[in-house]
């Protein structure tokens, strides 16, 4: 087979060599417009698990890289005065230009004829003289371009600017995030030792601080010269030095992220950053692009055609590529978005950055250093009041509300259950949400519960819009408080246009079969094309509903709720109002956000005069419409938060989505967090985070990052009322207490998760 390695980067050449060992009779060529020792980056990282894998595909290229390889285990970060060191990450680097020597000598040692200073003025014409062309040609992949048609490549140019340099103050010790603030905003670097004297500096900082500092302007030197300023300190005398004398200007750059629908098309393949980038802050591209060199060789080899060959390439190695191109995505966004952390302490930043990919988790840090780990959870306790020297997770520490003081930050979110009868909770009710609250919550929410018999959901939803209503809310909070240490709160709302439907397990936001009531919206916009049409509100009505809401408030203070929420998300009346979704109102309730958000407030405001001081009120809130611009977006959620928190709202509970059938969400873990994230740390409310939260990993990574201060659980509660004193006794926490009654099996499943622990631990060990 005659082949064609287009780029003479770690991917081309890597691809060569895994050839060249399969198929020694293949003629292979690697074709490179630079020379040999050509190379414009500085160091390399990979990890001890990518050498393993190099090794067993090739151990003699492996062991001549390993032998260069420079280590550390340690992650130093520098802020606001403070250095934090943690320990247990394992990283190795080597020289780009060390690697590619290495690559290089092994390749021709194989038999690979290397082509230097080699311009590839059309792919097309290799595809017709070599039976297979391995577009492995970088970042601006030639091929990639030439085919785009066939490739549907994806390249979104990310907001942050950013340098690569080098220099001999090696960083040994750790790899090392710097921050600094500067007269112009911040600017930081990524530091890491790749060989004995030389350490790659990378600078970044938002396209803002770029535009203040002229960078855009200056001279390569001159670009230089001001990064030395700004990191004198830690250079300790050393220069910051470039090898980018090729490209004009100052060498600052935009990072794109590479996606592309197909990886291969006839006889060609993209490989490495040619079909896939991953983002520089996780250190992946090259092990990606390694990794998939051999996978390639291996299926090219062992399949019958390159059709089978590219087929399997393609469905094997997007999965690995799109899992660390997800994490790398987390890393950068993280990164784009730092500014917003800056006001969070040194222990919470640091913890942020450890944990801004998803790779690592909490439970992951506590194998890498437990004992920064303790020392961040000890920091967390003692700011969240707990007494001196508590040593907990995250989520047993103690929070106050006004004067509702919870004893974990583990919410049980309202979830409907549909069995209410003319809006009266039954037995159901009392079964249900005591058992939730025996579980070990903190918190303890009700379903919706409406605030008139025409603003329910369903028939079987609960309501405080009569008396008996009252008697039977008032009989569960009194045993709620009676029996457990767990706090309740009432969601009130209304339906608006979603309304008059079937109960969930009839069929989703479906209109009944029969016995409709008439239903009212901020605009004439049905649900669906199946659903009624409302009526559009008038001034009475919104004076009827908001008096309907401050009674529904009366009613469940009288009941014992040590907290309300005004439900005012996914779609219902008051977020109908809010979205410009459905709110195409032309009065002073409709167009600017400034409008759309007028009775939402007057509402709030209403309920707040006859609420108790002393206690609480949240408001939830879609976060993202899923609609893009069209819709309210993750930015304005930050408005709408700030309206409610300038109105005095407590803490706001961040949901998103439901609003129009129009909505595309992107699911995965934790996938609301990051709007719950960007409120907390863009406006200082406080926050609950929701959405695919099932793990107390999840819990306690989202509250030591300051991402959310509650977190709310709903399925996992459905399937388990005792969740959170499960994960008190998977964790080893011996204070979370069982109900009386309940302490044998506490006793057991404690010591059943010591036990599992002590297992897991020789596992390791051996």
Avoid at 160 to 173: R, Y
Avoid at 332 to 345: A, C, G, K, N, T
Wanted: charged share 25%; glycine share 8%.
């Amino acid at each position: 087979m005659k082949i064609a390695c287009l780029g003479g980067g770690p991917a081309g050449l890597y691809f060569a060599i895994s050839m060249k060992l399969r198929d020694p009779d293949s003629e292979v060529v690697v074709i490179e417009r630079n020379k040999p020792d050509d190379t414009f980056g500085w160091g390399v990282v990979l990890s001890d698990e990518t050498l393993t894998n190099l090794a067993a595909n090739d151990p003699v290229s492996a062991a001549a890289i390993r032998s260069h390889f420079a280590y550390w285990d340690d992650i130093a970060v520098h802020f606001k005065g403070t250095k934090t060191v943690s320990t247990g990450h394992g990283f190795c680097g080597i020289g780009r230009k060390q690697l590619l020597m290495l690559l290089q000598e092994r390749a021709r040692e194989l038999g690979v004829e290397l082509r230097f200073q080699a311009n590839v003025e059309s792919v097309a014409a290799y595809a017709a003289e070599y039976d297979l062309v391995v577009a492995a040609d970088g970042l601006n992949s030639k091929a990639r371009s030439e085919f785009a048609a066939e490739f549907e490549p994806d390249i979104d140019v990310r907001a942050c600017k950013f340098v690569w340099l080098g220099t001999h103050q090696k960083f040994g010790d750790a790899f090392t995030f710097i921050f600094e603030e500067t007269e112009h905003g911040w600017v930081w670097a990524h530091a890491y030792q790749f060989d004995n004297d030389t350490a790659t500096f990378i600078v970044e900082c938002s396209a803002e601080t770029w535009e203040k500092f002229g960078f855009g302007e200056m001279s390569q030197q001159e670009s230089i010269e001001v990064c030395q300023r700004i990191f004198a300190k830690h250079l300790d005398g050393h220069v910051l030095m470039t090898n980018a004398n090729h490209i004009r200007g100052s060498a600052w750059l935009s990072f794109p992220r590479v996606l592309c629908k197909r990886w291969s098309y006839k006889n060609i393949a993209l490989l490495g950053d040619a079909a896939a980038t991953a983002h520089f802050s996780i250190g992946s591209g090259t092990k990606l692009a390694l990794e998939s060199a051999a996978a390639l060789a291996e299926l090219v080899h062992t399949e019958k055609t390159l059709e089978q060959a590219f087929a399997r390439y393609e469905d094997e190695r997007r999965i690995q590529v799109l899992r660390l191109q997800s994490a790398a995505r987390n890393s950068l966004e993280w990164f784009e978005e730092v500014e917003r952390y800056f006001d969070l302490d040194p222990v919470q930043f640091n913890y942020s950055l450890l944990t801004r990919s998803q790779r690592i988790s909490h439970e992951n840090l506590r194998l890498r250093d437990k004992a920064w780990l303790e020392s961040a959870e000890g920091w967390f306790q003692e700011t969240a009041g707990a007494p001196q020297g508590t040593r907990r997770a995250p989520m047993f520490a103690p929070f106050k509300l006004r004067d509702m003081e919870l004893k974990n930050r583990v919410v049980v979110s309202p979830m409907a259950q549909y069995k209410a009868v003319d809006g009266t909770p039954t037995d159901w009710h009392l079964v249900h949400y005591g058992e939730r609250a025996k579980g070990g919550a903190g918190l303890l929410y009700i379903e919706m519960t409406c605030v008139s018999a025409e603003g329910r959901i369903t028939p079987g939803c609960p309501g405080f819009y009569a008396p008996e209503h009252e008697v039977a809310w008032k009989r569960i909070v009194d045993f709620v408080h009676a029996e457990t240490e767990a706090k309740i709160c009432a969601q009130i709302g209304h339906s608006g246009r979603k309304g008059s439907t079937r109960v969930g397990w009839e069929g989703t936001d479906k209109p009944l079969k029969d016995g409709n009531w008439p239903l009212m919206s901020v605009s004439e916009l049905p649900w669906s094309s199946e659903n009624q049409t409302p009526k559009t509100m008038t001034r009475a009505d919104m004076d009827l509903v908001r008096d309907q809401f401050v009674a529904a408030a009366e009613m469940a203070d009288r009941c014992g709720f040590d907290m309300l929420e005004i439900h005012a998300a996914h779609g219902y009346l008051l977020s109908s109002f809010i979205t410009p979704v459905t709110n195409n109102r032309t009065d002073e309730y409709g167009g600017s956000l400034e409008n759309r958000m007028r009775y939402p407030l007057e509402i709030y405001h209403a309920v707040r005069e006859v609420w108790p001081r002393e206690k609480p009120i949240s408001v939830r809130i879609s976060a993202n419409d899923w609609v893009g611009e069209k819709g309210v977006t993750p930015q304005e959620a930050v408005e709408v938060a700030k309206m409610f928190q300038q109105a005095g709202v407590d803490i706001c509970d961040v949901s998103a989505g439901q609003t129009t059938e129009l909505a595309r969400p992107v699911y995965g873990r934790m996938f609301q967090t990051p709007f719950s994230d960007r409120i907390r740390n863009e406006t200082g409310m406080a926050t609950m985070a929701v959405g695919n939260i099932y793990e107390p990993d999840h819990v306690n990574s989202i509250l030591l990052a300051g991402r959310a201060d509650l977190v709310c659980l709903a399925r996992p509660h459905l399937t388990d009322p005792y969740w959170t004193l499960r994960a008190a006794a998977s964790l080893g926490d011996t204070v979370e207490a069982w109900p009386d009654p309940y302490q044998p099996g506490g006793d057991q499943i404690r010591r059943l998760a010591e036990r599992a622990a002590e297992m897991a631990a020789q596992d390791r060990a051996v």
